[in-house]
DNA sequence: CGGTGGGTTGAGGTATTTCAAGGCTCGTGG
DNA sequence: CCACGAGCCTTGAAATACCTCAACCCACCG
């Protein structure tokens, strides 16, 4: 899977917020360029990711094309984590984007041992499972100017640097995160900016200012 | 929470998989009757509970009374399981349901010291993860016709006895688990019955014999 | 420069919802 | 024992939120 890949094996740095210094855990650094699969959905899950810099899709197909994205991995964020042998979702680096990884096996090894490794895996699937709630909440029962409010405030909290939010997806990957079309989500940001409540700035539409933060919290109930 | 409950306290009965005699888990009974709330949304998760007979129905409301069914937990599903302290749902009981039911820090406890315990606790939450994430695929993408196929086909292979398909929730509770009006389900039960898909059995419409799963499963994609 | 990949906007279509009526079953009380 | 109401389900007709199809614009890039 990774034979054409650059590898970088880099020095030992703190994954899962633990120091692996007296583990067998030597995480790598890969990078994929923009729209690459890091891997596919039923694929054996033979690593665990952390983004070091970029952004991740991470999404389930039907057959005819459909698409439904699930999560999107951010700096920072561990995506691939499979309890199963199995990847359950296609991962895509939305943009160019580094990630760093290691062996899915290693780090069953140290959990085996360590109860405090063991009980951080728990709290990161514990974590994935509530935004998987609250995204079936979101996608059955809310509306798309709720959805799209609450999109905007996830990335508000997630990736807002000095009061403006660098979008890294397209309208389509926002469309298939909200079960919305991407002209429905156009339509929806377009309607935000005539109300004033959010701001575009530059001239790909993908900077974003939100000038009312209230009022999408307002929908959010 | 539970004070105008009978508290009859039983022998110790396996419960997670393991016995649990050597320990100091000792399961309780309790009853509830047909409508009631087991617990609420963000109250305290001190329990964790089993179904041993009955159905439990567990959800999220917004504001304005819009309900999203998580899940329906069956006879032998586990639900209640909070790496947090509060519940992220509300349970209630569908029917007349029987559940046991532990203290969550006693159970706590033994995954402190028990590997096997703490790993049945991950692999617990990795199964509720593994529903969420299919039932968002379901919720942002799927046409009403195959969210009712998806619903029956998970209802046929969870509490199908003797090839009748005894459902114990109402027209809303499904509509509620699949984004849909309890209309929309209706018309689509009919549908399926007129294509002798499935067939209604006595007179309530809630025994369901399916009787060409594979043209359901085909829905399925 | 021409093409490609976003993004927006309009017009029309449609799947699902909403509103409404009616039927059936079952439990309860007169 | 039967009448009655409540709860549940179905079905029809009308409304609508969102989708589909299409045109157009703009920025970027070879």
Redesign the pocket.
């Known amino acids: 899977m990774f034979a054409d890949l650059h590898t970088t094996t880099t020095k030992s740095q703190p994954i899962l917020g633990f120091s692996p210094s007296e583990t067998k855990i030597t995480p790598s650094e890969f990078k994929y360029s923009k729209?690459t699969e890091i891997y596919g959905e039923a694929e054996p899950a033979d690593y665990v990711y952390q983004v070091i810099d970029g952004a991740v899709r991470s999404y389930k197909l039907l057959s005819d094309g459909r698409r439904q994205i699930g999560a999107f991995h951010l700096a920072g964020d561990i995506f691939g984590l499979e309890n199963d042998d199995v990847h359950r979702f296609t991962a895509e680096a939305i943009v160019d984007t580094t990630v760093r990884l290691v062996k899915r096996v290693s780090l069953e090894h140290v959990a085996q041992e360590d109860l405090i490794v063991a009980h951080s895996l728990l709290n990161m699937t514990t974590t994935n499972l509530q935004h998987a709630e609250d995204h079936m909440l979101l996608l059955g029962r809310?509306?798309?100017?709720?959805?799209v409010a609450a999109f905007l405030l996830e990335m508000d909290r997630r990736l807002t640097a000095a009061g403006i939010m660098a979008?890294p997806?397209?309208?389509?990957?926002?469309?298939d995160y909200l079960?919305?079309?991407?002209?429905?989500?156009?339509?929806?940001?377009?309607?935000l900016?005539?109300k004033k409540v959010l701001g575009?700035i530059?001239?790909?539409?993908?900077q974003i200012v939100l000038l009312n933060r209230g009022q999408l919290a307002e929908l959010d109930l």
């Open positions: 729209g809310k509306t798309s100017l709720e959805r979008l997806m397209c309208r389509r990957d926002i469309a079960g919305l079309t991407l002209e429905t989500v156009s339509r929806v940001l377009s309607y900016n005539d575009f530059g001239q790909n539409q993908r």
